[in-house]
């Protein structure tokens, strides 16, 4: 019998809740390291709606991230950070409606975290009360630590976020590779190891070279899951437009496995077609007294 895209092969033994299964279980916190742990592969997809949010989870990925990137992929913002709470939540509420089998992870937006443990708290339980998100993601290392430190200790699961970390664009002189070089690399391996002594139950790496995210995945214990970080990492992550070709910009590091803009753009094109020609609503699509 021939699997579904992207599902995994039920008799292979897995680490993680099987896809497609009745009644559905969903991928918690044990399944992460458990997966690391047997060298398989974790999948992670941005999301932002309940359709994309549906189609993804019962494809099999493991993780839903309903990322800040929302902001330029899906709000018109320029980057990520003028993205606020208020535009995170009704997002993360309908990721977490439509997924029943991923993990879903929402990510802090700038300013509303970096204060403090207690500021990273109060808008972490937002995001899991309000939005009914699994865990929280967000930025930077060693300055971070305390914070994960509160939200695991109160019960929050998080996963950190290093390398190129948008929300310090600014600071870090635009959208550049991180951790070339002895010294960042060290201080990358720094951040990792605080984030994952803190308690932090993943950590992704952006535009980091393949050799440093490979060496930060061995001297580890938690998954790294890599966005432009090489193949060693123990997962990927992009944002589902770059994945799916959905037309416009996309990094370097991205793969487009589709090409939904082309079909969203021909499907668009031929309704209008219809609707001029008047062969569009047609007998089928007409109701009769
Ligand atoms: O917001 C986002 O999409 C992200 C990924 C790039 C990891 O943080």
């Not at 033994?13 to 690391?36: C, D, M, N, Y």
């Not at 949010?53 to 839903?64: E, K, N, P, W």
């Not at 992550?237 to 079909?263: C, I, N, T």
Request: net charge negative; hydrophobic share 40%; with cysteine.
């Amino acid at each position: 019998m021939s699997e579904p895209d992207g599902a995994r092969g039920l008799s292979q033994r897995s680490a993680l809740p099987p896809v497609g299964a009745e009644p559905v279980r969903r991928v918690r916190v044990q399944h992460l390291r458990a997966a690391k742990q047997n060298g398989e592969k974790l999948t992670m997809l941005t999301a932002y709606d309940l359709p994309t949010a549906r189609i993804f989870d019962t494809a099999g990925v493991d993780m839903l991230l309903v990322g800040d990137s929302i902001g330029d992929n899906m709000l018109g913002h320029d980057g990520t950070i003028p993205v606020t709470l208020e535009e995170m939540l009704p997002a993360v509420r309908a990721v977490s409606r439509g997924a029943k089998r991923a993990m879903v992870v929402a990510d802090l937006p700038f300013g509303s975290y970096e204060a403090s443990p207690q500021q990273a708290m109060t808008s972490a339980a937002r995001m899991l009360k309000e939005g009914g998100a699994h865990a929280v993601k967000f930025e930077g290392g060693l300055r971070v630590a305390e914070h994960v430190r509160l939200l695991t200790s109160s019960g929050v699961p998080v996963v950190g976020h290093l390398g190129f970390t948008p929300q310090s664009e600014n600071i870090l002189g635009g959208k550049r590779v991180q951790g070339r070089g002895d010294a960042a690399a060290h201080q990358l391996l720094t951040d990792a190891k605080s984030l994952e002594e803190a308690g932090a139950v993943a950590v992704a790496l952006e535009m980091v070279p393949g050799d440093v995210a490979a060496h930060l995945t061995r001297d580890l214990t938690i998954p790294t899951i890599g966005i432009g970080a090489g193949a060693e990492c123990d997962g990927q992550v992009l944002v589902w437009l770059d994945m799916a070709g959905m037309g416009g910009w996309s990094p370097r590091f991205a793969k487009a496995f589709g090409a939904v803009g082309a079909e969203l753009d021909r499907a668009t094109r031929s309704y209008l077609a219809e609707v001029r020609r008047g062969e569009f609503p047609g007998t089928e699509q007409t109701y009769w007294s």
